[in-house]
């Protein structure tokens, strides 16, 4: 198990390090990236991956820090992608990632037993839905977005409709059926670390999940999905009555 917070020890000449030699030694490996960043203005850096067989195990190796990496399972565009991203001003982080990914490739680091399971089922759960209704982003261990001034770690799910669905009735109605809490004014925030809202222009539905109900992400999924087809065929109905 990895430390809470990253060894102080790993710092030394981290002006040094960058990303970079870990970006090239990952695709050495034939690990597909597609994007990555490593001087971002906000200090958060990030490697985007495609699909490839050993995508699952690396992320779950990261995942075992989630004070320090934030995880993503995408499908969006009808494909899917994966990411890491980490705060890492400075480069101070750089050393301790590239210790983590070097020790991954050179198995120097095994999953435990079923560790990857928790990874692999939301991932699996994505693929299937990859030609559906709707498309989903999966954020693990991230951080509130800015205007819910609200501290600490959150799991995010990302639920856009791919047929012009309004999101807002989809939230309402996954609200109602669920009772997980829906936004309604800035002071909603306060008081939950689980709740649904829609985004402003009513395409994208979020959902914030606390640790305690992380294991969740797939039910939700597997009950959006059902949702969405009861949504279209109220929408039908209503195009069929004008």
């Known amino acids: 198990m990895f430390n809470e917070k990253y060894n102080k020890s790993l710092l030394k000449n981290k002006a040094d390090y960058s990303i970079l030699p870990v970006v090239r030694r990952l695709k050495e490996f034939k690990f597909p990236v597609i994007e990555y960043c490593n001087e971002a203005s906000d200090n958060r850096d990030y490697i985007i991956f495609k699909e490839c067989d050993e995508i699952v195990d690396l992320l779950t190796v990261l995942n075992r820090d989630g004070d320090n990496f934030s995880i993503m399972i995408s499908n969006r565009n009808n494909e899917m992608n994966y990411g890491v991203f980490f705060d890492n001003k400075n480069s101070e982080m750089s050393e301790y990632f590239t210790k983590i990914v070097y020790g991954f490739l050179q198995e120097e680091i095994r999953l435990k037993g079923k560790e990857r399971d928790f990874l692999s089922r939301i991932n699996e759960r994505l693929k299937k839905s990859v030609n559906g209704d709707l498309?989903?982003?999966?954020?693990?261990?991230?951080?509130?977005?800015?205007?819910?001034?609200?501290?600490?770690?959150?799991?995010?799910i990302s639920i856009r409709s791919k047929s012009g669905i309004d999101m807002d009735d989809f939230a309402k109605?996954?609200?109602?059926?669920?009772?997980?809490?829906?936004?309604?004014?800035?002071?909603?925030?306060?008081?939950?670390?689980?709740?649904?809202?829609s985004s402003i222009d009513r395409k994208t539905a979020i959902i914030n999940l606390d640790k305690s109900n992380v294991?969740?992400?797939?039910?939700?999924?597997?009950?959006s999905n059902d949702m969405v087809k009861s949504l279209n065929r109220v929408n039908q109905d209503k195009e069929f009555d004008k």
């Not at 498309?135 to 995010?156: A, V």
């Not at 109605?173 to 809202?197: C, G, M, R």
């Not at 294991?215 to 009950?223: E, L």
């Open 173 to 197: 109605f996954f609200a109602k059926s669920t009772n997980l809490k829906k936004i309604k004014n800035d002071n909603d925030y306060i008081d939950s670390s689980n709740f649904i809202e």
């Open 135 to 156: 498309s989903y982003s999966i954020n693990l261990n991230d951080e509130y977005f800015e205007y819910m001034n609200k501290t600490g770690k959150t799991n995010i």
């Open 215 to 223: 294991n969740k992400i797939v039910d939700v999924i597997d009950f």
